[in-house]
């Protein structure tokens, strides 16, 4: 499994290039992990404004209901579309869910995987790197960030329809 | 983002009222508490872990040799910001850590990146347009090595679990480079 060396092989090797620039790496550890505290306590806040948000919108099932008439799109699919740039662990569980209904090969779990691999999850990135230093005014991030990923999405039903 | 956030709840409860859903949404505002909580719960340990090994290959000069790697690059993409200034290293660490998709070393590195950018920022309550740009890249996902989808294809038996990678490659690369005119585009209209 290569994905499971990437992560010990990056610490060895930061470890080591450190040990030869002669750095107090132990020191050097603390330092950065002090780090943590401040951004914890100013990005709290801004997570549970973002969830609870996110969680009512989403429980009341309004999506499901409004997104029914678009038919070039699998059913199966219009959930991840519209929760893969709101949340990613609610996007992934979709993903195992597909896979699990219609397995990872089938036209809609290949569909599901591009999509997943290809975008990422916007309006998280969106609160937790603005909210940690403060800023407000987000001006067009919003809607850049969602264009993109629509894009990624476009694109990727053009593929698919290649591809199968 | 106020707009945004009053949206999604006002929409929400009313549907739910309609529906007669009301249970449902008694239960999801009281849950959302905890949910916050278990995430950043789960967040601050792992930055807490990352920003150490991040320091480390700071202080020994890692992050600088990598950063001067793609920075060529990175320069055309961000032109507001000042040559040799640390935001590059750490705008380079974050996409680095995304294209062997980890997430979650990638997010310390891109809250640092944001601090970096703040102080080049004259208005410190509104986005500049470096840090949209980095938001940009960030959003639409360099992945070249997606991690966890591969290990769920494998876990659901798919027969070539990586088939996968090579679209998604493709993919994410015209929608970053796309999704980086778009910003250019807006950042000259705004």
Sequence with gaps: MISNLILPLIVLF??????????AIYDAFIDGAKESFPMILKLFPCLLAMILAVNIFLKSNVIIDLFKFISFIPNEIIPMIIMRPISGTSS?????????LMGPDSMVGTLASYIQGSTDTTFYIITLYFGSIGIKKIRYALWVGLLADLLAITISLIFINIVF | MN?????????????CLLNNNVEVINQEILNSTKTAFDMAVKIFP?????????KIA????????????????????????????????????????????LGNAATPFGLKAMQSLQQLNLKKDTASRSMITFLVLNTSGVTI??????SL?????????????????????????????????????S
């Design chain 1, 14 to 23: 930061v470890v080591i290039y450190a040990m030869f620039k002669k750095v």
């Design chain 2, 153 to 189: 294809r494998m876990m659901y038996g798919s027969l070539n679990p990586t088939s996968v990678v090579l679209p998604c490659i493709i993919i994410t690369f015209s929608s970053t480079i796309l999704g980086l005119v778009i910003d250019k585009i807006f950042a000259r209209f």
């Design chain 2, 145 to 150: 090595i997606p991690t966890t989808i591969i």
């Design chain 2, 3 to 15: 707009k945004i956030w009053g949206f999604f709840i006002v929409i929400g409860i009313l549907f």
């Design chain 2, 58 to 101: 700071e202080e020994s000069g890692l992050l600088k040799k990598l950063s001067l790697k793609i920075s060529g690059i990175l320069k055309y993409i961000f032109p507001e910001i000042p040559k040799g200034h640390e935001s590059f290293s750490y705008i380079s660490s974050n996409i680095i850590a995304n294209m062997f998709g």
């Design chain 2, 46 to 54: 792992v930055m807490a872990l990352w920003l150490g090994i991040a």
């Design chain 1, 92 to 100: 992934l569980a979709i993903l195992t869910n597909i896979y699990e």
